[in-house]
């Protein structure tokens, strides 16, 4: 999958806001298509977010997070110019990341 990962900043007072929208389906594996047959699980398993390259939080999601998830956060740290990173991994050993720099 490609594109899937987007990474908005904002520095405020003190602190950067992270806002980071993922575009996945997160299928459960009990839902059911318009034919009543069961759709597969697939759902993110894992995402890992990095500033400049040092692993800053791990997320361990199941299939019952919503379609399209969204996360916010806020870091103490932050200077303009570090690279923020975030990747993720789903069920199906699908992979996606994306690589934001701070203002």
Same mark, same amino acid.
């Given at each position: 999958?490609?594109?899937?990962?987007?990474?908005?900043?904002?520095?405020?007072?003190?602190?950067?806001e992270?806002k980071?929208?993922?575009?996945?389906?997160?299928?459960?594996?009990?839902?059911r298509? @318009?034919?009543?047959?069961?759709?597969? @699980?697939?759902?993110?398993?894992?995402?890992?977010?990095?500033?400049?390259?040092?692993?800053?939080?791990?997320?361990?999601?199941?299939?019952?997070?919503?379609?399209?998830?969204?996360?916010?956060?806020?870091l103490?740290?932050?200077?303009s110019?570090?690279?923020?990173?975030?990747?993720?991994?789903?069920?199906?050993?699908?992979?996606?990341?994306?690589?934001?720099?701070?203002d």
């Amino acid at each position: 999958m490609a594109n899937t990962v987007k990474i908005r900043s904002q520095r405020r007072d003190g602190y950067v806001e992270v806002k980071l929208l993922i575009s996945h389906p997160m299928e459960n594996g009990r839902n059911r298509d @318009a034919n009543g047959e069961l759709i597969p @699980a697939h759902f993110i398993e894992q995402l890992l977010v990095k500033l400049n390259d040092q692993l800053i939080l791990t997320v361990n999601l199941a299939g019952s997070i919503s379609k399209n998830p969204f996360f916010t956060f806020r870091l103490r740290a932050g200077n303009s110019g570090d690279r923020l990173s975030a990747e993720w991994t789903d069920n199906r050993q699908s992979k996606d990341s994306a690589e934001h720099v701070l203002d």
